[in-house]
């Protein structure tokens, strides 16, 4: 069970570590992914702040609640189901760390019974849009289809995709996902939601040369920069967000952890916004 602490104001960003990666498909670590962001978050290298000048260190809204014990199986989507769905009763705004890209469809459910009208704004270099994957309905490489099949959101928008194969293709057709493809995307590009957002992140649609440390590299991705300005530029309401997929086992100098505080700390700002 996950302790939610009595004071929480509401619209409070709640930071939930999930620390699982029994569903990734070539390689373990992403599990180590919420300690080692918080290690970075506070090593005293960077100030707290973000671009905006919000200082997340003073900020009272902006709360970190551990790691969720997630557990294995049907019933660690059901346990992260269930944290999210307590979270959003009190009145919070949901920010988590993975753990794989599975994490996001039981996140969904518990979004779903709050929010008839949700967008998703999903960042990745793949479209995870499997109807199965190795045998698995829950692997990360489907949360998508998961997701779309239930009607959990009223659009799912996809950028940086850059891994498309003709059966995830159809998938996306099948379920009126819009996807903006990497090799279509500009820095101009702004994407108009009616109604609030919710941003799935996978850390490889970065480009390996800014986020190496990700189970699968997939080259000709965003720059730091570029997620950056997506994140500010968004006109909507952003009330909750994952950042999912860095693995720390491929991220020797720690670069990958940085980049993923810095998303955290602009993430979690424009979440504050309102
Ligand atoms: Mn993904
Ligand atoms: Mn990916």
Redesign the pocket.
Known sequence: MLHIPDDLAPDTVTVLGLPTDENSSFLRGPAMAPVRIREVLHNGSANLCSENGLDLGREPRFRDLGDLDVGAGAAARSRIEEAVADLLERGARVLALGGD?AVTYPIMRGYAAQYDTLNLLHL?A?P?LYDTFDGSRFS?GCPFARIMEEGLVRRLVQVGIRAMNPHQRAQAERFGVEVVEMKAWHPDLRFEFDGPVYLSL?M?ALDPAFAPGVSHHEPGGFSTRDVLGIIHHLDAPLVGADL??FNPVRDPVGITAMAAVKLLKEIAAKMLEG
Do not use: G, L, P
Request: aromatic letters at 0%; zero cysteines; a negative charge.
């Open positions: 890209h990745d793949h995870d990360h996978d490889d999912v997929e």
